[in-house]
Protein backbone atom coordinates (compact mmCIF):
# COMPACT_ATOMS: atom_id res chain seq x y z
CA UNK A 1 0.00 0.00 0.00
CA UNK A 2 1.17 3.69 -0.77
CA UNK A 3 1.75 5.91 1.80
CA UNK A 4 0.93 9.64 0.30
CA UNK A 5 1.14 11.54 3.15
CA UNK A 6 4.96 12.39 4.83
CA UNK A 7 6.81 15.76 5.67
CA UNK A 8 11.33 15.51 4.19
CA UNK A 9 13.08 17.85 5.42
CA UNK A 10 16.84 18.94 4.54
CA UNK A 11 18.96 21.58 5.51
CA UNK A 12 19.54 24.12 2.67
CA UNK A 13 23.51 25.26 2.14
CA UNK A 14 22.07 28.59 0.42
CA UNK A 15 18.92 30.54 1.14
CA UNK A 16 15.70 28.99 -0.92
CA UNK A 17 17.82 26.94 -2.73
CA UNK A 18 16.82 23.42 -2.51
CA UNK A 19 18.38 20.63 -0.52
CA UNK A 20 20.17 18.13 -2.09
CA UNK A 21 19.92 15.48 1.32
CA UNK A 22 16.21 15.56 2.37
CA UNK A 23 17.89 13.10 5.41
CA UNK A 24 14.41 13.54 7.51
CA UNK A 25 11.11 11.82 6.49
CA UNK A 26 7.94 12.47 9.25
CA UNK A 27 4.47 11.08 9.53
CA UNK A 28 3.63 14.21 10.89
CA UNK A 29 0.19 14.98 13.04
CA UNK A 30 -0.57 17.80 10.52
CA UNK A 31 1.46 19.97 7.91
CA UNK A 32 -0.15 22.93 6.85
CA UNK A 33 2.13 24.72 4.56
CA UNK A 34 0.92 27.18 2.34
CA UNK A 35 1.42 29.95 0.16
CA UNK A 36 0.33 33.59 1.39
CA UNK A 37 -2.73 34.99 0.22
CA UNK A 38 -2.78 38.35 -1.74
CA UNK A 39 0.29 37.86 -4.01
CA UNK A 40 -1.35 39.99 -6.73
CA UNK A 41 -1.28 43.72 -6.54
CA UNK A 42 -4.43 45.16 -7.25
CA UNK A 43 -4.43 49.02 -8.42
CA UNK A 44 -6.63 51.00 -6.65
CA UNK A 45 -7.27 54.42 -8.49
CA UNK A 46 -9.73 57.32 -7.98
CA UNK A 47 -11.56 55.81 -10.59
CA UNK A 48 -13.47 53.35 -7.90
CA UNK A 49 -12.98 50.48 -10.23
CA UNK A 50 -10.59 47.98 -10.38
CA UNK A 51 -8.87 47.86 -13.85
CA UNK A 52 -4.89 47.23 -13.25
CA UNK A 53 -3.41 44.27 -11.71
CA UNK A 54 0.10 43.00 -11.64
CA UNK A 55 1.93 40.48 -9.53
CA UNK A 56 3.35 41.08 -6.31
CA UNK A 57 5.97 39.32 -3.71
CA UNK A 58 5.44 35.81 -2.60
CA UNK A 59 6.36 33.71 0.20
CA UNK A 60 4.83 30.76 2.16
CA UNK A 61 3.93 29.95 5.86
CA UNK A 62 2.28 27.75 7.75
CA UNK A 63 3.28 24.68 10.45
CA UNK A 64 3.83 21.35 10.91
CA UNK A 65 3.37 19.28 14.23
CA UNK A 66 4.50 15.64 15.55
CA UNK A 67 5.50 13.72 18.86
CA UNK A 68 8.91 14.55 19.82
CA UNK A 69 11.24 12.16 18.46
CA UNK A 70 14.91 11.49 19.68
CA UNK A 71 17.05 12.02 16.51
CA UNK A 72 14.55 14.40 14.01
CA UNK A 73 13.59 16.68 16.56
CA UNK A 74 17.50 17.76 16.50
CA UNK A 75 17.14 19.21 13.23
CA UNK A 76 14.74 21.84 14.19
CA UNK A 77 16.53 22.95 17.58
CA UNK A 78 19.66 23.03 15.21
CA UNK A 79 17.38 25.54 12.66
CA UNK A 80 15.98 27.75 15.00
CA UNK A 81 18.41 28.26 17.73
CA UNK A 82 21.86 28.32 15.22
CA UNK A 83 24.38 27.17 17.87
CA UNK A 84 25.67 23.43 17.59
CA UNK A 85 28.44 21.05 19.19
CA UNK A 86 28.64 17.29 19.20
CA UNK A 87 31.02 15.11 21.38
CA UNK A 88 30.90 11.34 20.83
CA UNK A 89 32.32 8.61 23.30
CA UNK A 90 36.07 7.99 22.97
CA UNK A 91 36.69 4.41 21.73
CA UNK A 92 39.75 4.22 23.59
CA UNK A 93 41.83 4.88 19.80
CA UNK A 94 41.22 8.28 19.99
CA UNK A 95 38.42 7.96 17.46
CA UNK A 96 34.53 8.98 18.70
CA UNK A 97 31.50 6.33 18.16
CA UNK A 98 28.05 6.29 19.59
CA UNK A 99 26.53 7.38 21.78
CA UNK A 100 26.77 10.68 20.40
CA UNK A 101 25.69 13.88 22.73
CA UNK A 102 24.24 16.91 20.65
CA UNK A 103 24.06 20.55 22.37
CA UNK A 104 21.72 22.96 20.85
CA UNK A 105 22.12 26.66 22.19
CA UNK A 106 21.48 30.02 20.88
CA UNK A 107 23.99 31.47 18.10
CA UNK A 108 23.03 35.38 17.56
CA UNK A 109 23.87 36.51 14.05
CA UNK A 110 22.24 37.87 11.12
CA UNK A 111 20.24 35.61 9.41
CA UNK A 112 18.33 32.39 9.92
CA UNK A 113 19.45 28.60 8.45
CA UNK A 114 17.04 27.46 5.69
CA UNK A 115 15.64 24.20 4.90
CA UNK A 116 13.44 22.35 2.48
CA UNK A 117 10.36 20.43 2.96
CA UNK A 118 8.12 18.08 0.77
CA UNK A 119 4.99 17.07 1.87
CA UNK A 120 3.04 14.75 0.72
CA UNK A 121 -1.05 15.69 -0.28
CA UNK A 122 -2.51 12.34 -1.89
CA UNK A 123 -1.90 13.60 -5.53
CA UNK A 124 1.24 15.14 -5.56
CA UNK A 125 4.40 16.22 -3.59
CA UNK A 126 4.07 20.16 -2.25
CA UNK A 127 7.72 21.65 -2.13
CA UNK A 128 8.40 24.36 0.05
CA UNK A 129 12.31 26.44 -0.17
CA UNK A 130 13.50 28.52 1.99
CA UNK A 131 12.03 27.91 5.30
CA UNK A 132 12.88 29.21 8.79
CA UNK A 133 11.79 28.93 11.49
CA UNK A 134 9.42 31.31 13.03
CA UNK A 135 8.51 29.36 16.60
CA UNK A 136 8.90 26.01 18.18
CA UNK A 137 6.26 24.83 20.69
CA UNK A 138 6.22 21.74 22.87
CA UNK A 139 3.15 21.01 24.89
CA UNK A 140 3.11 17.81 27.51
CA UNK A 141 0.01 17.28 29.24
CA UNK A 142 -1.29 13.37 29.36
CA UNK A 143 -0.69 12.06 25.97
CA UNK A 144 2.10 12.67 23.46
CA UNK A 145 4.65 15.31 23.80
CA UNK A 146 3.72 17.23 20.99
CA UNK A 147 6.16 19.55 19.52
CA UNK A 148 4.99 22.20 16.60
CA UNK A 149 7.00 23.93 14.70
CA UNK A 150 5.63 27.45 12.93
CA UNK A 151 7.29 28.75 9.63
CA UNK A 152 8.34 31.08 7.32
CA UNK A 153 9.51 30.50 3.56
CA UNK A 154 10.03 32.01 0.08
CA UNK A 155 8.08 29.53 -2.63
CA UNK A 156 6.86 26.47 -3.28
CA UNK A 157 6.65 23.66 -6.59
CA UNK A 158 5.16 21.19 -7.59
CA UNK A 159 6.72 17.33 -7.16
CA UNK A 160 5.93 14.04 -7.90
CA UNK A 161 5.04 11.79 -4.76
CA UNK A 162 7.41 8.92 -3.35
CA UNK A 163 7.26 6.15 -1.42
CA UNK A 164 8.55 7.47 2.37
CA UNK A 165 10.76 5.57 4.67
CA UNK A 166 9.87 7.14 8.10
CA UNK A 167 13.20 7.36 9.88
CA UNK A 168 12.38 9.01 13.59
CA UNK A 169 13.93 7.74 16.70
CA UNK A 170 12.27 6.92 20.24
CA UNK A 171 9.14 9.30 20.83
CA UNK A 172 7.92 10.92 24.35
CA UNK A 173 4.60 10.73 26.01
CA UNK A 174 4.03 12.76 29.28
CA UNK A 175 4.70 9.83 31.63
CA UNK A 176 8.44 10.02 30.34
CA UNK A 177 8.98 13.62 31.26
CA UNK A 178 10.04 15.02 34.64
CA UNK A 179 10.88 18.30 34.84
CA UNK A 180 14.07 19.91 37.63
CA UNK A 181 13.28 23.26 39.32
CA UNK A 182 16.91 23.98 40.03
CA UNK A 183 18.05 20.39 41.59
CA UNK A 184 14.22 19.62 42.44
CA UNK A 185 12.03 17.22 40.92
CA UNK A 186 8.05 18.72 40.61
CA UNK A 187 6.95 16.55 38.14
CA UNK A 188 4.36 15.04 41.17
CA UNK A 189 2.47 18.58 41.06
CA UNK A 190 2.73 19.09 37.55
CA UNK A 191 0.33 18.45 35.37
CA UNK A 192 0.95 20.21 32.19
CA UNK A 193 4.23 21.74 30.43
CA UNK A 194 4.00 24.24 27.10
CA UNK A 195 7.05 25.65 26.03
CA UNK A 196 7.14 28.30 23.28
CA UNK A 197 10.87 29.64 21.56
CA UNK A 198 10.44 32.54 19.54
CA UNK A 199 13.00 33.45 16.98
CA UNK A 200 11.90 36.76 15.38
CA UNK A 201 12.46 35.17 12.04
CA UNK A 202 11.50 38.77 9.12
CA UNK A 203 11.29 37.48 6.05
CA UNK A 204 9.34 40.54 4.41
CA UNK A 205 12.71 42.99 4.46
CA UNK A 206 14.83 40.27 1.93
CA UNK A 207 11.63 40.17 -0.82
CA UNK A 208 10.42 42.73 -3.15
CA UNK A 209 13.21 44.83 -4.52
CA UNK A 210 14.79 42.82 -7.45
CA UNK A 211 12.80 39.28 -7.01
CA UNK A 212 9.50 38.44 -6.30
CA UNK A 213 10.76 36.06 -3.33
CA UNK A 214 12.28 36.48 -0.26
CA UNK A 215 16.27 36.51 -0.90
CA UNK A 216 17.33 35.99 2.62
CA UNK A 217 15.72 35.67 6.38
CA UNK A 218 16.49 37.72 8.73
CA UNK A 219 17.18 36.50 12.53
CA UNK A 220 14.87 38.55 15.05
CA UNK A 221 15.11 38.88 19.06
CA UNK A 222 14.44 35.15 20.66
CA UNK A 223 11.98 34.99 23.35
CA UNK A 224 11.69 31.76 25.18
CA UNK A 225 8.59 30.87 28.09
CA UNK A 226 7.75 28.33 29.87
CA UNK A 227 4.20 27.87 31.01
CA UNK A 228 2.70 25.21 33.95
CA UNK A 229 -0.05 24.22 35.68
CA UNK A 230 0.61 22.94 38.82
CA UNK A 231 -1.37 21.23 41.58
CA UNK A 232 -2.02 24.50 44.25
CA UNK A 233 0.13 22.80 47.28
CA UNK A 234 1.87 25.20 48.58
CA UNK A 235 2.46 29.10 48.56
CA UNK A 236 6.54 28.58 46.76
CA UNK A 237 5.91 29.97 42.93
CA UNK A 238 3.71 32.60 44.14
CA UNK A 239 6.18 33.70 46.82
CA UNK A 240 8.73 33.46 43.42
CA UNK A 241 6.46 35.59 41.68
CA UNK A 242 5.95 37.96 44.94
CA UNK A 243 9.68 37.93 45.56
CA UNK A 244 8.33 37.85 49.51
CA UNK A 245 6.26 35.77 51.33
CA UNK A 246 3.67 38.21 52.07
CA UNK A 247 2.65 39.95 48.54
CA UNK A 248 4.90 41.92 45.92
CA UNK A 249 8.36 42.79 46.49
CA UNK A 250 9.69 46.67 46.33
CA UNK A 251 13.53 44.81 46.01
CA UNK A 252 13.59 41.50 45.67
CA UNK A 253 13.24 39.58 42.22
CA UNK A 254 13.46 35.71 42.29
CA UNK A 255 15.46 33.73 40.13
CA UNK A 256 15.48 29.97 39.18
CA UNK A 257 16.57 27.43 36.70
CA UNK A 258 14.08 24.85 35.02
CA UNK A 259 15.08 21.52 33.31
CA UNK A 260 12.32 19.40 31.64
CA UNK A 261 13.76 15.90 30.72
CA UNK A 262 11.89 13.85 28.00
CA UNK A 263 13.06 9.83 28.71
CA UNK A 264 16.79 10.04 30.14
CA UNK A 265 19.11 11.40 27.13
CA UNK A 266 16.95 14.56 26.49
CA UNK A 267 17.34 17.61 28.20
CA UNK A 268 15.78 21.12 27.55
CA UNK A 269 17.54 23.59 30.52
CA UNK A 270 16.95 27.22 31.23
CA UNK A 271 19.37 27.99 32.92
CA UNK A 272 17.79 31.59 34.54
CA UNK A 273 14.31 32.16 34.80
CA UNK A 274 11.78 34.60 36.17
CA UNK A 275 8.13 34.25 37.11
CA UNK A 276 5.81 36.78 34.96
CA UNK A 277 2.50 35.56 35.82
CA UNK A 278 0.83 33.39 38.97
CA UNK A 279 -2.89 32.64 39.17
CA UNK A 280 -4.93 30.10 41.48
CA UNK A 281 -8.45 31.10 40.20
CA UNK A 282 -10.85 28.81 42.25
CA UNK A 283 -13.70 27.59 40.38
CA UNK A 284 -16.65 25.47 41.91
CA UNK A 285 -15.72 22.86 43.71
CA UNK A 286 -12.79 21.61 41.44
CA UNK A 287 -9.89 21.20 42.75
CA UNK A 288 -7.77 24.35 41.94
CA UNK A 289 -5.23 24.57 39.32
CA UNK A 290 -2.13 27.54 39.46
CA UNK A 291 -0.70 28.72 35.85
CA UNK A 292 2.64 30.15 36.13
CA UNK A 293 4.48 32.00 33.72
CA UNK A 294 8.42 32.28 33.57
CA UNK A 295 10.44 33.83 30.69
CA UNK A 296 14.28 32.88 30.17
CA UNK A 297 16.99 34.70 30.45
CA UNK A 298 20.66 34.88 29.29
CA UNK A 299 23.20 34.42 31.75
CA UNK A 300 25.66 36.57 31.21
CA UNK A 301 28.26 35.43 33.87
CA UNK A 302 27.75 31.51 32.22
CA UNK A 303 27.42 33.02 28.64
CA UNK A 304 24.51 30.58 28.86
CA UNK A 305 20.54 30.21 28.41
CA UNK A 306 18.27 31.58 27.62
CA UNK A 307 17.21 27.65 26.53
CA UNK A 308 19.64 25.03 26.13
CA UNK A 309 18.83 21.78 24.89
CA UNK A 310 20.66 18.47 24.65
CA UNK A 311 20.51 15.37 22.81
CA UNK A 312 22.26 11.96 23.05
CA UNK A 313 21.42 8.99 20.59
CA UNK A 314 23.49 6.76 17.78
CA UNK A 315 23.42 9.62 15.15
CA UNK A 316 26.79 11.02 14.91
CA UNK A 317 25.97 14.85 13.36
CA UNK A 318 23.68 17.14 12.54
CA UNK A 319 25.65 19.40 10.32
CA UNK A 320 25.27 19.52 6.75
CA UNK A 321 28.53 18.59 4.78
Known amino acids: MAITRYLQVGEESEYGVESTNYNATIDPESADIESEDD ?7 MSGLDRIASLGVYS ?3 SFSMPVDSILSGYFWKWALGGYAV ?10 VAPFTHEFTPERGGTLPSFSAKVGKDIFE ?3 FGNVIE ?13 TVSTLGAKDEKGTLTEPTFNEGEV ?7 LDKGSTDISAKVQSASLSVETGANIEDGQGFGSRFPTKAFQGSMVATLELSLQFEDMTELE ?15 EFAYTLHLGVDYDITFPRMVYTAANQPSEGRD ?3 QTVTARALFDQATGTGPIQVSVTNDKDTYAVA
Open 240 to 254: AYWGSATGPSIDTLQ
Open 135 to 147: SIELEIESEWALM
Open 172 to 178: FSAPECT
Open 126 to 128: HKF
Open 287 to 289: HIV
Open 39 to 45: DKLIYEG
Open 87 to 96: TGTDDGTGNM
Open 60 to 62: TSG
